[in-house]
């Protein structure tokens, strides 16, 4: 089952961000092939103000317990969390679902 999670940082919260960015990265590195793919939100300026990523779990209470353990949640950067499920049909213009 695949989720979209697109998640908004708090105000100001840039500087806090770009501290806790490796930590969240690393964890990221360890979900594999968990990660469809996941990216920043930039502001109008090119400044990070959020994020979206695209799992792959059996369960939503599998990416629950990722989430609980996200660092940007943690260390509250994230002020708002919407995950939605999605039907990935194609990665890099080729065809991996139905």
């Known amino acids: ?49 959020g994020s979206v990523l695209i799992l792959n779990f059996e369960t939503r209470e599998e990416l629950d317990q990722y989430l609980k353990n996200e660092p940007y949640v943690l260390e509250h950067v994230w002020e708002t969390i919407d995950v939605e499920t999605i039907n990935v049909v194609m990665i890099n213009g080729e065809k991996v679902g139905k």
């Open 1 to 49: 089952m695949q989720f979209i999670v697109t998640a908004h940082d708090g105000a100001n919260m840039l500087e806090k961000r770009m501290e806790v960015r490796p930590r969240h990265l690393e964890g990221m590195a360890k979900l594999g092939t968990h990660v469809v793919c996941a990216g920043g939100l930039l502001d109008e300026a090119g400044k990070l103000k």
